[in-house]
């Protein structure tokens, strides 16, 4: 009897061990209960699943993982068709449905029919875990901890990565990084200065070492890339090879105002030199425009503010699509009056816009209109309800002015006799400040484009010249002589002059002139 006992003591204690091994290897190597029914990897907005990318820049382009390994994972877009709350983990999965190791988990409370774009995990592999061959990557969600089940995604969508093997998907950049005149070099994400992961983001910066005197004029495939704020330029979600040029042009060498005709046929693009799309900050059009011709506009020109489309026919009276997207430079732009609509996203994201004249005839917008549009502070809208009969401004979507200040700092210009009208519409009405129109503000936004012209091109210190009304005309103070023209409120040219060191007085009608003298101009009322 004593034997047995000792025996089934044993017995008992080599059972407990099996059972606590047991549990414990479950927690190592737990099955996977199937795919959610409620999340999955999908395809929204171009993304392509899950994306592997070391942490540092490596030789290699085939990759195994072994134990203490770290790297990133993205994955998107996450489709949450019922909601979810819980948590969402990158696992090491074995054979399909055994759970090896859990590389990194973070909560989540998604809601029903939530899509989640992207989500980021820096991931570890355990030191003492063994890859095998024919282990993958795989993102599970977890209520409790326990009980895993996998994201499966859709056709096309990477939803499992070789944990043995890996071909990481790069691609190809092509960028110089020794260019006369700016440094080039690589944003802090980025990892190779020629290649990039498929699916990750390239980010670099271009720095001007004389930026008083040349332009850097940067452009992949061939269109423009506009830094961000900070000077950083990039191409987010890289789905293919790209070439990135960088050049650098004399701004001196080029005039920075121009006129041209697009008569006969002609686009802008024939009508401009590579320096000149480099180097313009404004431009008139006359003519017909196209839909290719505000592909210039936006995507090839570098430096452009002022863009002045008032003598030109837009083809059906209407702003293309995405005629101004994304365009960091533009300030300013002159409507033709025939301009009736517009399509979506006209001016989305173009962030240096800084008001808008809507002519009056202008009276549908498309989608997103404005939207994003950070610096637009003005909106002068010339189509007047009140000579209609109509007790409400023109209706325009929600999302016109979405993302901008409009509500906190925007002024609205409208007709006389229509700020009641306006301020009692829908979106109208929000804005901060809305008042009748003045002839401050002809003066202020309609300034005629020829008063850039000519003598524009030659610098002057505002020190070096003073210009002043006098009763009967104006009083010029030169410190050196120097070349000048008078404009009128239509931009016809009134005078042109040489004056010298001194006082220069000139007889002028009563009006509102714009004086040029080089590149500066003034503005005198005389009574």
């Not at 549990?23 to 592997?52: M, P, Q, R």
């Not at 931009?491 to 500066?520: D, M, W, Y």
Request: hydrophobic letters at 40%; glycine letters at 8%.
């Amino acid at each position: 009897m004593k034997r047995s006992g000792i025996c089934g003591r044993m017995c008992l204690k080599m059972w407990l061990v099996a059972f606590l091994f047991g549990v414990s290897a479950a927690v190592h190597a737990a099955f996977i209960n199937g795919t959610s029914s409620s999340v999955e990897l999908t395809n929204d907005k171009d993304k392509i699943g899950l994306i592997y990318k070391p942490l540092t820049a490596i030789d290699e382009e085939t990759v195994t993982l072994k134990g203490g390994d770290k790297f990133e994972l993205y994955a998107g877009s996450i489709s949450s068709i019922w909601g979810y709350k819980g948590k969402v983990a990158v696992g090491l999965v074995r054979g399909g449905n055994q759970l090896v190791d859990v590389l990194a988990e973070q909560a989540v409370n998604w809601k029903s029919e939530e899509v989640v774009p992207q989500i980021q995990f820096v991931c570890r592999v355990k030191e003492d875990t063994e890859v095998l061959e024919g282990d993958e990557i795989r993102l599970l969600v977890t209520q409790d901890g326990v009980n895993y089940e996998k994201l499966a995604g859709r056709p096309g969508v990477t939803d499992a990565i070789p944990a043995v093997k890996y071909d990481l998907p790069l691609l190809k950049i092509t960028m110089p990084v020794d260019v006369p005149g700016v440094e080039v070099r690589l944003g802090e994400t980025a990892l190779w200065p020629d290649k990039v992961i498929k699916g990750t983001n390239f980010f670099f910066y271009v720095d001007n070492l004389k930026p008083e005197t040349t332009v850097a004029a940067v452009t992949v495939d061939g269109s423009v890339l506009f830094p961000d704020k900070y000077g950083m330029y990039g191409i987010s979600n890289v789905k293919e090879e790209h070439v990135i040029e960088i050049k650098v042009y004399d701004r001196t060498a080029v005039d920075p105002y121009k006129i041209i005709d697009c008569g006969g046929g002609k686009r802008v693009a024939d009508l401009l030199t590579d320096e000149e799309m480099a180097c313009l900050k404004g431009l008139k059009v006359k003519g017909n425009l196209k839909a290719e011709d505000f592909e210039v506009f936006r995507g090839r020109m570098h430096s452009l503010e002022i863009l002045d489309l008032l003598d030109t026919k837009l083809e059906n009276n209407w702003l293309p699509l995405e005629a101004f997207a994304y365009n960091q430079t533009i300030k300013e732009v002159k409507l033709p009056e025939g301009v009736q609509g517009s399509d979506n996203n006209a001016f989305y994201y173009a962030q240096a816009l800084e008001f808008i004249v809507l002519p009056e005839n202008l009276t549908q917008f498309g989608l997103n209109m404005f939207f994003g549009c950070e610096s637009l502070k003005k909106v002068w809208v010339k189509y007047n309800p009140a000579e209609k009969g109509e007790s409400m401004g023109f209706p325009i979507p929600p999302c016109a002015f979405r993302a901008t200040s409009y509500m906190t700092d925007g002024l609205l210009i409208v007709p006389k006799g229509c700020k009641n009208i306006y301020s009692m519409s829908n979106i109208w009405g929000s804005f901060h400040t809305i008042r009748e129109e003045a002839p401050l503000d002809r003066i202020q936004m309609e300034k005629p484009f020829e008063s850039y012209l000519d003598v524009a091109g030659t610098r002057v210190d505002a020190s070096e010249v003073a210009v002043e009304v006098v009763e009967g005309g104006c009083r010029i103070v030169a410190q050196t002589p120097m070349e000048v023209a008078v404009f009128d409120m239509s931009g016809c040219l009134v005078h042109r002059l040489s004056v010298g060191a001194g006082e220069t007085v000139l007889p002028l009608p009563k009006g509102i002139f714009f004086v040029q003298t080089g590149n500066l101009s003034h503005k005198v009322a005389v009574r």
